[in-house]
């Protein structure tokens, strides 16, 4: 009999890792987790609140994680998760990013720090998919898919300490 793990049993840091190990590939799921793990404020909430489910890989074992998005608006309205209006700016962003639901961008943007307005706009960029643009002006391999010198994030996400 297996038992599955629980997020709340976690190192932190393996729970963010298990959340990127779900969310590879989709450039708007890691966008939000990247966002979230980066603000700093976020992840330790939603696993104490119940909030990440962690499943382990049938093959291999390596754990995968998600973030319940349809169980947040409930925990907030309950009073079981708090935040100062940046920060649930930051959250709304995440959200949409992860979930779809629109998000009201003159609302968040007059919210935001500069700190917080950074990793909004890398989150952005990540989940365009800024980090894999080419400029195939700048070729000297031919064209075709993959041709060009990739350019890089149009805004990086910040070094963690």
């Known amino acids: ?3 599955e793990p629980i997020a709340a049993d976690l190192d932190l840091d393996d729970v963010e890792a298990a959340l990127l190990q779900a969310a590879v ?3 708007s799921a ?3 987790v990247l966002l979230l793990t980066n603000d700093g404020y976020w992840l330790a909430r939603l696993r104490a609140a119940g909030l990440v489910t962690i499943e382990a890989e049938p093959v291999g ?3 995968w994680a998600r973030i319940e998005w349809p169980e947040l608006d ?4 309950q009073g079981r998760l708090h935040g100062s209006q940046e ?3 930051v959250l709304r962003v995440a959200v949409s990013l992860a979930d779809g639901r629109p998000v009201d961008l003159a609302d968040v943007a007059v919210a935001l720090d500069r700190r917080a307005l950074e990793l909004v ?3 952005l960029a990540h989940a365009a998919g800024s980090q894999d643009h080419r400029d195939a002006s700048r070729s000297g391999s031919g064209s075709g898919a993959g041709a060009g010198v990739r350019l890089g994030p149009l805004v990086a996400w910040p ?3």
């Open 1 to 3: 009999m297996s038992v």
């Open 25 to 27: 590939g989709d450039y």
């Open 30 to 32: 890691e966008a939000a």
């Open 61 to 63: 074992g390596q754990l």
């Open 74 to 77: 409930p925990t907030l309205a």
């Open 87 to 89: 920060e649930l700016a």
């Open 121 to 123: 706009l890398a989150a």
């Open 159 to 161: 070094v963690r300490d």
